[in-house]
């Protein structure tokens, strides 16, 4: 058994049940510009955040729309699904309740930009469970890069070594897992096909906070 020092904590798919609004919203974007999405496309898009596939959008097919333009949609959209129909995974705010009375400092590493990521939180009282939320936007880094996780733990003030990521995708996990942290996997309908890699990775995978 482990020893949760502190632990850092994806948003999208982990804290959020948001992951499959965030794979209907690439879709969406793709259909508005006669885009369709192959199984290919669908295969790579498991291995990226939202942002991540707005940028291989962008790149790839030559979008009618600067880059810019196209994240302000993209986000806008989000941002009203956060506001009236994502909720929290199920038994996460308990969770990190008790977190909270044992002592265990927290954040949100996510690939969400932070002022989104900070609304969509608060709206379910979330936010102040957490010391600070940080984005890969503001750091430059994806979390497939082990600094990035090394970084994060640090302003919690513990290695990465004496740090429990709790992550549903598996790009994410292999990064936290080269960075030397505890990593439990979130299961979600959207990592349904790393479920095994997930497994072999993580000390443990769970389908609801109830199980810790």
Known sequence: MWTMK???FDMDGTVLDSMEQWRAQSVLLLERHGIELSDELRASLRQMSGVMAVKLYAKRFGVKLNMQEIMETYLA??????????VPKPGVAAYLERLGREGVPCCIATA???????RALARHGLLDRFRFVVSTQEERRGKDDPEFFELTASRLGVTAAQ????????????GAQKAGCTVIGIADPTNLSDRAEMKRLCVRVIETYAEL
């Not at 969400?112 to 900070?118: N, Q």
């Not at 740090?163 to 292999?174: K, M, N």
């Open 163 to 174: 740090c429990t990521v709790f992550e549903d995708a598996l790009y994410a996990i292999q």
């Open 77 to 86: 959209d989000m941002e009203r699904r956060y506001m009236t129909e994502i």
């Open 112 to 118: 969400t930009p932070r002022p989104l990521a900070e």
């Open 6 to 8: 502190a632990a850092i």
